[in-house]
């Protein structure tokens, strides 16, 4: 517009020069003055024209540049939606620097636990402070060593009102060898942490949500053989499924008399029973045996995640085991064991695990322990109120079933909070009602409080 304003400017100035003024002002415009405005009127068109093309070439610049910046924040979008999508569906291990030295690969990670809680019949107490460290190793890019360790500080035990001292507990909770293949395929091999549902691995300690275990995991799955594994996963599509995969041969559960009777004194419950989940862990005190008995277990598991958009994802998995548990190899322990997550936005999560484990013996024929427990969890924040501590507080509840197959079935009803201090400090506190009948009876009722430090 300025441009156009400028050109008619001069055009109107040249006709009123030309015809508007009296003839005696013509007459005295000679032609020399007539050719220096005629000159300056190109030189006006000409740089006009030069401005016109400069700002032609500006506007085009400046569309090419909006194009490119709308291209970048397109790749910038996209690649954080594939970062946070990759962040729910797999860990992430830091790459070694190839320059640094072996401290630089090595690290300690765990939890620390401190609890107060009552049961029904029982003193309220400090009941036990726990300190579990992870010991992990990179030694290059494939191959890595991870170690835990639990030590647990409480009463001694003995009669309620005699004492009888404290006690620290010390025991290696896994100490596994990986090797990383490939891309798709983990070798492993040690004392490993079994792939029979999924609390094992991901929910232990720390990481659970309420203080103490499920009673099926704590009971009548073992936690950990001594064996060798093939793991990995493969992904289905481009939308972030994924099928993942464990197979492994182990040890086993053992006996701990040697027998295949249902107890350790045969047709007395009291004297505890006699599979031992996890006490099949290689050379006798005497160094005469290295197994057992004489095959060990074979097991696995197979699950399938799927991320249907932004934190709202569901896993699916089912795992088994199957081997010789008595001395003489005459009878099986089995396990088939059903597991199911589901986070639904950044505030719900449910999760549970169904679990049917069965075994002969000489002289009870095939126990049949089975349970089952689900868990959800709810973060506050999702509510949106503005009101000061309560978006730090996740509500928690879980329900317990079990039958031990040797004549004792509970039902547990859980309640309870986390109250996050900070992503790593945690304070906990549950209410739980128990429903316990048969000979190893639980008390009814009781509630835990503990503070959780992961680091």
């Known amino acids: 517009m300025k441009n156009q304003s400028a ?3 001069i055009a109107a100035t040249a006709w009123f020069l030309t015809f508007a003024c009296p003839t005696p002002v013509v007459a005295t415009v000679s032609d020399e003055d007539f050719n220096a405005l005629k000159k300056l009127v ?5 740089k006009i024209d030069q401005l016109e093309r400069t700002n032609a070439l500006d506007e085009q610049q400046i569309q090419q540049l909006q194009q490119q910046l709308g291209h970048t924040e397109t790749v910038a979008t996209n690649a954080a939606q594939k970062v946070e999508t990759l962040s729910q569906i797999q860990p992430t291990y830091p790459l070694p620097n190839p320059t640094a030295g072996a401290t630089h690969n090595f690290m300690v990670v765990g939890d620390a636990e401190v609890q ?3 049961t029904a019949g029982q003193h309220s107490a400090f009941a036990l402070a726990d300190f579990a460290p992870i010991f992990l190793f990179r030694a290059n890019d494939n191959v890595l060593f991870e170690a835990g360790f639990d030590t647990t500080l409480q009463n001694a035990g003995g009669p309620p009102g005699t004492g009888g001292g404290a006690n620290t507990s010390f025991s290696m909770s896994f100490g596994q060898l990986d090797y990383l293949l490939n891309d798709y395929v983990t070798v ?3 004392d490993m942490l079994l792939p029979l549902g999924t609390y094992n691995e991901r929910g232990a300690g720390w990481l659970n949500k309420i203080p103490d275990a499920p009673l099926l995991d704590d009971q009548i799955i073992p936690g950990s053989g001594i064996g060798a594994q093939l793991r990995g996963s493969l992904p289905v599509g481009g939308d972030g499924q994924m099928l993942t995969y464990s197979v492994y041969g182990a040890n086993g559960p053992g006996s701990v008399t040697g027998s295949g009777s249902a107890f350790q004194t045969p047709g007395d419950p009291t004297s505890g029973q006699n599979l031992d989940l996890g006490g099949n862990v290689g050379i006798l005190g005497d160094g005469t045996q290295q197994n057992l008995h004489g095959n060990p277990s074979g097991g696995g598991r197979i ?3 799927y991320p249907w958009k932004l934190h709202h994802d569901i896993e699916l998995g089912v795992s088994g085991q199957s081997g010789e548990w008595d001395d ?3 009878h099986l322990w089995s396990a088939l064991v059903f597991d199911a997550a ?12 169904y679990a049917n484990t069965w075994y002969g013996t000489d002289d009870a024929g095939t126990i049949h322990p089975h349970g089952v427990w689900v868990q959800a969890g709810y973060k506050l924040a999702g509510l949106n ?3 000061p501590l309560v978006n730090d507080v996740e509500l928690v509840g879980r329900y317990d079933r079990l039958n031990d197959g040797l004549g004792t079935k509970t039902d547990r009803y859980t309640a309870g909070f986390v109250y996050y201090i900070n992503n790593t400090l945690w304070f906990e506190g549950d209410y739980e009602y128990m429903s316990s009948r048969g000979p190893a009876a639980l008390p009814p009722n009781g509630f835990i409080l503990q503070l959780s430090y992961g680091f």
């Open 7 to 9: 050109i008619w400017g």
């Open 42 to 46: 190109t030189e006006y068109g000409q």
């Open 116 to 118: 107060f809680g009552k």
């Open 188 to 190: 492993i091999a040690g």
């Open 385 to 387: 109120l503005n009101v």
């Open 303 to 305: 699950g399938w995640f």
């Open 328 to 330: 003489a190899g005459n």
């Open 342 to 353: 589901v986070h639904l936005g950044q505030f719900i999560e449910i999760k549970g695990e």
